[in-house]
């Protein structure tokens, strides 16, 4: 079955712009999460979503925000980009089914953000 | 805080050797650990879940150990090849909703 979609996978915007960076997960997967990665501070969590829903959220500025949609398709959005948001984000899909299925996330390939 | 601390130092081995990565935690008390590789411009893979009451778990060349006393996974790669290069990553998961990465650890395997 197709793998996690994310679009698009570089992009190059300058300070102040905002940006969408969309993801479509595994087909039945309902568990959809963003992470942030910079050589330095390795992967940090954005935030997740399940069934439309915001279910945990992690610690950035409001100027990060997301979305799920009804098929599970998710969007995030930066706002006011900055410098420091230069950065790979990817977007993880996971599954409901079984204890090991629970908590295994499927990646995306990633949207690589470069902001000047 | 929750931590979870890897080798942020590469580890370059030989061909055919094995390589040992190591993955701590504090403060917290996940109920499963895991194992992801990372290649350069691309997203990270899963490789291995152990659950906090199994000790041990094996896939094929890969072992990962899991100590809940001592806070830490240790996750062997055995007969190591230069397509083992790779970032490795742990990822601690405790609750439905809670999963932390650590850095990942770059392992350069040699011919």
């Known amino acids: 079955k197709a793998g996690v979609t994310q679009t698009p996978r570089y992009l190059i915007k300058t300070r102040g712009q905002q940006v969408t960076l969309s993801c479509s997960p595994i087909?039945?997967?309902?568990?959809v999460s963003w992470y942030q990665q910079t050589p330095g501070q390795g992967l940090q969590f954005l935030f997740e979503?399940?069934?439309?829903?915001?279910?945990n959220k992690g610690n950035f500025p409001g100027r990060f925000s997301g979305r799920q949609f009804s098929n599970s398709r998710s969007e995030m959005n930066v706002s006011t980009l900055e410098l420091g948001d230069s950065a790979l984000y990817l977007c993880?899909?996971?599954?409901?089914?079984?204890?090991?299925?629970?908590?295994?996330?499927?990646f995306g390939a990633g949207s690589r953000l470069t902001v000047l | 805080s929750q931590k979870i601390e890897q080798n942020s130092e590469a580890l370059n081995i030989q061909e055919g050797k094995t390589a040992t990565l190591t993955c701590n935690y504090t403060?917290?008390?996940?109920?499963?650990l895991q194992w992801y590789r990372q290649d350069p411009g691309r997203g990270p893979v899963f490789l291995l879940l152990?659950?906090?009451?199994?000790k041990e778990k094996r896939k094929e060349r890969l072992k990962v150990t899991f100590d809940t006393t001592l806070k830490q996974s240790l996750f062997h790669i055995t007969a190591s090849q230069p397509a083992d290069s790779a970032t490795y990553l742990c990822?601690?998961?405790?609750?439905?909703?809670?999963?932390?990465f650590g850095a990942g650890t770059r392992l350069a395997v040699h011919p």
């Open positions: 993880a899909s996971r599954g409901g089914g079984g204890l090991s299925g629970a908590n295994v996330l499927t």
């Open positions: 087909s039945g997967h309902r568990s």
């Open positions: 979503y399940f069934s439309e829903t915001q279910r």
């Open positions: 403060n917290y008390s996940p109920a499963y």
């Open positions: 152990i659950r906090e009451n199994e």
């Open positions: 990822e601690i998961s405790g609750g439905y909703n809670k999963l932390i």
